[in-house]
């Protein structure tokens, strides 16, 4: 399974980095961000299971780029709001067909369509299992 996600995401990663000069993670931090505005570093680190440090390097990079900002919390001084810019969301708005299209096509590929919807809902049913029980969780 590992070895299959991690041709997937290398694949995905050439045809983003050739379309928009993004690799995956890149997109997968826009996506969320344009999907959950006014969201933390943490929030973003849980969704993916990364620690917060790497998350937060990759919201630094993403700033330096002028995709996402940081905004005060007016709740919690300690924490920052994400937001895309508008550079941003055109970006991750062209990415998006990009990597949907490349995801269908190389799925599309290799599985007819009742198999690539009984691997969807196993895969949701693992996640949601390993998520339930913390199987997983980074520390840091």
């Not at 961000?33 to 969704?47: F, K, Q, S």
């Not at 920052?80 to 590929?109: C, H, I, M, P, Q």
């Amino acid at each position: 399974m590992v070895r299959c996600e991690t041709r997937l995401y290398n694949a995905l990663n050439d045809r983003l980095r050739e379309g928009h000069g993004i690799v995956t993670s890149q997109y997968e931090f826009l996506s969320y961000l344009r999907d959950h505005p006014g969201c933390r570093v943490a929030d973003l680190a849980a969704e993916f299971a990364i620690g917060v440090g790497a998350t937060s390097k990759g919201i630094d990079r993403l700033e330096k780029q002028g995709w996402a900002a940081r905004q005060p919390n007016p709740s919690d001084r300690r924490s920052s709001l994400l937001a895309l810019t508008d550079d941003g969301t055109r970006l991750v708005d062209a990415a998006e067909r990009t990597f949907t299209g490349a995801l269908a096509e190389l799925l599309g590929a290799a599985l007819d369509g009742p198999s690539a919807s009984a691997l969807a809902r196993a895969l949701a049913t693992l996640r949601s299992a390993l998520e339930h029980d913390q199987v997983g969780t980074p520390t840091g």
